[in-house]
């Protein structure tokens, strides 16, 4: 069995991975002229945070992502399972407390606990949630890996290449992301702004959630005294620039979580749009020969896998997932 995979992010490569260790032979097809170049996938956070976003999203997500974070550790010797924290600055407690009644699958630390396990946010925080179970990677080595591990189960991508070459008729797994709009036509995009800095001055062992009413802002260690800090969620199309303020408050809630971060150097600046539904849940869905996983929101590294395996289900053992393989009669009728 042979298939093809338009789109080189996450989704295409997990996508990619999953049916190659089934014994399918795949090729991706990928418009950019490298692995990130033009993707959302690039500039996420990575982390792998079921039960955090949980407090946002439905339980379907948290169901996925528990799923994909044992892909995940399964697979990728990248993925760093030592937890999430999230802490609140005096003023704005009652957002832990909230934040807790939402979710699950964590413990309240107190001042000493977060010093045990976060020694230089030791007496910052009186106190913090602890949701040891989860993981993060570092997005870009991930996806590195991905086309690695394709390239040893003898899959190809190739790169410069839209598919605009194929004849119609080829059974193709669309993961192009936004870029799908003409296809999905409920699909929207959300702007996501990050920084990486780096100060070797600080140091932290896993991804920190600082809670906030306006501006929840997260901190993602990524080794090497570099850090991501992230990200805004802008409804807009709009990937070229940040804003001032944008940028303002991404630096003052790094600088909150630790005055070292006033120190640190600036090395990256990035904004992508993010692919989402209007209930911002992903989708499987079917066109003919054509099979689009797309909406993977703020949960595209959480879900692909999962979504992924999926997939592979569909095509080669024909099976229905209706929890994720919505039918819109209206773009049925246009396809
Ligand atoms: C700032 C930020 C932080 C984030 N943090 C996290 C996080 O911590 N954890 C998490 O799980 N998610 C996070 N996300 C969300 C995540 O990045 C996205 O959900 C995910 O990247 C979407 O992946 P995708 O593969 O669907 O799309 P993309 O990554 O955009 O990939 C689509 C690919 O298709 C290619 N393409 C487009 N058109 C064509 C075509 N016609 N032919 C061939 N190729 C084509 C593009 O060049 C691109 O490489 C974050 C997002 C942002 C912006």
């Given at each position: 069995m042979r298939i093809t995979i338009a789109g080189a992010g996450v989704a295409g490569l997990t996508c990619a991975v999953e049916f190659a260790e089934r014994g399918v032979s795949v090729e991706v097809l990928e418009r950019a002229d490298d692995i990130g170049a033009r993707s959302c996938s690039w500039y996420a956070g990575g982390m792998l945070a079921p039960w955090c976003e949980r407090v946002r999203a439905e339980p379907l997500v948290a169901a996925l992502g528990e799923q994909s974070l044992q892909w995940w550790c399964e697979?990728?010797?990248?993925?760093?399972?030592r937890g999430s924290l999230v802490i609140a600055h005096g003023g704005d407690a009652a957002e832990l407390t909230r934040f807790a009644r939402q979710t699950e699958r964590f413990e309240w630390l107190d001042t000493e606990g977060i010093g045990a396990i976060e020694p230089q946010l030791s007496?910052?925080?009186?106190k913090a949630l602890f949701f040891a179970d989860e993981a993060h990677l570092d997005p870009r080595a991930a996806l590195r890996f991905l086309a690695h591990r394709l390239d040893s189960l003898g899959g190809h991508i190739r790169f410069?290449?839209?598919?605009?070459?194929?004849?119609?008729a080829s059974p193709i797994v669309d993961c192009t992301g936004l870029s799908a709009r003409e296809a999905l036509k409920d699909l929207r995009g959300v702007k996501g702004e990050m920084l990486v800095l780096r100060s070797r001055e600080i140091t932290l062992h896993r991804p920190v959630r600082v809670l906030h009413p306006r501006i929840p802002v997260y901190v993602v260690p990524r080794g090497d005294g570099v850090f991501m800090v992230g990200a805004t969620m802008i409804?807009?199309?709009?990937?070229e620039r940040i804003t001032a303020r944008s940028m303002l408050e991404l630096l003052s809630a790094a600088y909150a979580l630790h005055p070292a971060f006033g120190e640190a150097e600036v090395i990256e600046i990035g904004t992508q749009v993010r692919p989402a539904f209007p209930d911002n849940l992903p989708r499987i869905r079917r066109r003919g020969e054509r099979l689009y996983i797309n909406g993977?929101?703020?949960?595209g590294f959480l879900l692909a896998p999962a979504l992924a395996r999926m997939a592979a289900d569909i095509v080669c053992n024909d099976r229905c997932y209706p929890e994720v393989m919505d039918e819109d009669p209206r773009e049925r009728r246009l396809a």
């Open positions: 697979r990728f010797p990248g993925t760093q399972q007496g910052r925080f009186g410069g290449s839209d598919g605009s070459q194929l004849p119609p409804e807009s199309d709009d990937a993977l929101f703020r949960h």
